[in-house]
């Protein structure tokens, strides 16, 4: 998404269909976190991976993509169950299967790794993307990659374009960039903390 295509005094995050701030989290009920909002959101998050501008970075997003479908065809399969994630898992691990299950662990990961790299970059303002993105995937992704894998993402990470050069493509004004980015950042944080804190239960596990 090239800078031109973001309105005057708007930001990326502006133009998503869905950001994790407007994805419903029912903290009186165990955290539970809406599955439609949630799945946009993070299909949105996708798109962050064109403005990286690199196709090695498009193994990575069909990756998600891949997840998140698998979570989907879940939903769409037992509706009456699965409005939150949790009550999705749970009704789908009750059947002796775990394919959506296991699709929310790889996409609660990779966006762990998303959010990881980003927190990295804007708290160490001299530190270019592409140690940041290498030092968040060591935290994350990497532990979970077979050798095969790894490659992939390293080749992904060295293709990352310059800070100055990521950030102007997020918007033109810099200071409102930052301040839209760490509300999403921060957002999306809250939500994969209490999915890994739900994915660690015993009740998750198949």
């Not at 993402?153 to 060295?158: G, I, P, T, W």
């Not at 921060?186 to 198949?206: T, Y």
Request: hydrophobic share 40%; glycine share 6%.
């Amino acid at each position: 998404m090239a800078t031109t295509s973001i309105p005057e005094g708007k930001t990326f995050f502006d133009q998503l269909k869905r950001s994790f701030v407007d994805v419903p989290m029912d903290k009186e009920h165990d955290n539970a976190i809406s599955t439609d909002e949630f799945l946009e959101a993070a299909e949105s998050l996708t798109t962050l991976f064109d403005v990286l501008g690199s196709v090695a970075f498009k193994p990575v997003k069909n990756d998600m993509i891949g997840n998140i479908k698998k979570i989907r065809d879940r939903q769409l399969a037992s509706p009456a169950d699965s409005s939150t994630l949790q009550g999705l898992v749970r009704s789908e691990l009750a059947t002796k299967k775990h394919t959506a299950t296991e699709g929310l662990v790889w996409l609660v990961r990779a966006l762990d790794f998303t959010a990881q790299s980003l927190r990295r970059n804007i708290t160490t303002s001299s530190e270019e993307l592409a140690d940041s993105f290498r030092g968040a995937y060591t935290n994350t992704l990497k532990p979970h990659h077979s050798f095969m894998v790894k490659p992939i993402f390293s080749a992904a990470m060295s293709a990352t374009p310059y800070r100055k050069d990521f950030y102007g493509k997020l918007g033109s004004d810099g200071a409102n960039v930052e301040r839209e980015l760490k509300i999403w950042l921060g957002a999306c944080e809250e939500r994969v903390q209490v999915l890994q804190e739900f994915l660690g239960r015993k009740e998750a596990k198949w």
